[in-house]
């Protein structure tokens, strides 16, 4: 069964500070993974895509990493601001070209950033 | 920029009201997707339509139906509205079928049944 695990579910973190949110997941097959940032109330904004061929990728503040083999990606945010408190969503998508395929989202990780 | 909009940001309605959710996309994408997000179940795609007049269901399309009459218009339909369907609704789009994976999410509609 395609799966995507997000840990932890809730972070608290104090202004300044870095932290890293994981992401585990069995999608086959895997396509690329995304991932979003949801301001409370309002709609998931892409941050960073990785394929399989990419382990690393930045989003000014935000870093994505992506292990294929161990099928583990992680988020790090650097030097962490009030505007970072968010959910922060996984997605895996095993889209080939024109063929069916699926978007895997899970269930998110809030961050809170404390001043 | 992709812009995808929805028609209501909240939304109050009472059990067996008849509901409609429209989400229009400027951008000229085939495909246009509805999803509800609850609290520990993460983002559940409710249906989607990979062309005008064309529709697929989700993983949890009972309840809901969808109209896709024009390109840009993508709408979610609850034909009696029920307390469970309180939620989060989320309208995406992505430019084509091969990049199905790059979705635009619009601001999120939510909606309480009473």
């Known amino acids: 069964k395609n799966q995507v695990e997000q840990s932890p579910q809730s972070l608290i973190i104090l202004e300044g500070k870095n932290c890293t949110l994981q992401c585990n997941y069995t999608v086959s097959p895997f396509s690329n993974l995304r991932w979003y940032k949801q301001d409370t109330g309002r709609g998931p904004v892409s941050l960073t895509i990785?394929?399989?061929?990419?382990n690393t990728k930045s989003n000014g503040r935000y870093t994505a990493t992506l292990d294929a083999d161990t099928k583990q990606s992680s988020l790090h945010i650097t030097a962490s601001q009030l505007s970072d408190s968010a959910s922060y969503i996984c997605?895996?998508?095993?889209?080939?070209?024109?063929?069916?395929?699926?978007?895997?989202f899970g269930k998110g990780t809030k961050l809170s950033v404390k001043p | 920029d992709v812009k995808v909009t929805q028609s209501s940001r909240y939304l109050v309605k009472r059990t067996g009201e008849k509901v409609f959710l429209e989400c229009v996309q400027d951008m000229d994408h085939e495909n246009m997707f509805w999803y509800r997000q609850d609290p520990g179940l993460g983002l559940r795609l409710i249906y989607f339509?990979?062309?005008?007049?064309?529709?697929e269901k989700g993983d949890i399309p009972e309840g809901y139906s969808v109209s896709r009459e024009k390109k840009e218009r993508f709408s979610l339909i609850l034909e009696s509205a029920s307390t469970n369907q309180t939620s989060m609704y989320l309208c995406a789009s992505s430019l084509r079928r091969d990049k199905a994976y790059e979705q635009y999410f619009g601001p999120g509609t939510r909606l309480t049944v009473t």
């Open positions: 990785m394929t399989f061929s990419e």
């Open positions: 997605v895996v998508s095993n889209y080939y070209g024109g063929s069916q395929g699926n978007l895997i």
């Open positions: 339509s990979y062309d005008v007049k064309m529709k």
